[in-house]
Nanobody, 118 residues
Framework: VQLVESGGGLVQPGGSLKLSCLAS????????MSWHRQGPRKSRELVAA????????TYADFLKDRSTISRDNAKNTVYLQMDNLTTEDAAVYYC????????????WGQGTQVTIAS
C-alpha cells in the first residue's frame, strides 16, 4: 500500500489549497479514504472522510464549511479542497486508507505540509 500526498505549500490567510493523494497497491474502490492533520504540539485529527463510492462524506466541524473531499476512482486519487484558510489550519496533512473487508489497519501517507502566512 502506498499513499502519496501532494499540493501542500505556503498560502496566505484567506487563500485556498487543493491537496491530492495518489493511492496504489490495493483496490482503491474497497477503501474509505480520509484526510487527517497534525499541527505543532497537537494530536493528529480527522479532517474529512469519503466512502468508497463517494456517496457519503463527513467533515470535522473546524473545516466543515470551508472544505470539500472528493475522489476519482478512475485515477486512484482522493482530494481535499480547502478554502478561506487561517493560521489555525497550518499543519501536516495526511492521507489515510481503511481497506475493506478487513479494515483492521489504517494506512498512512508521508504527509504534506500546509503553511499559512502573510
Amino acid at each position: 500500500v502506498q499513499l502519496v500526498e501532494s499540493g501542500g505549500g505556503l498560502v496566505q490567510p484567506g487563500g485556498s489549497l487543493k491537496l491530492s493523494c495518489l493511492a496504489s497497491g490495493f483496490t482503491f474502490t474497497n477503501a474509505v479514504m480520509s484526510w487527517h492533520r497534525q499541527g505543532p504540539r497537537k494530536s493528529r485529527e480527522l479532517v474529512a472522510a469519503i466512502f468508497a463510492d463517494g456517496s457519503v462524506t463527513t467533515y470535522a466541524d473546524f473545516l466543515k464549511d470551508r472544505s470539500t473531499i472528493s475522489r476519482d476512482n478512475a485515477k486512484n486519487t482522493v482530494y481535499l479542497q480547502m478554502d478561506n484558510l487561517t493560521t489555525e489550519d497550518a499543519a501536516v496533512y495526511y492521507c489515510c486508507a481503511q481497506i475493506y473487508p478487513i479494515a483492521s489497519q489504517l494506512y498512512w501517507g508521508q504527509g504534506t505540509q500546509v503553511t499559512i502566512a502573510s
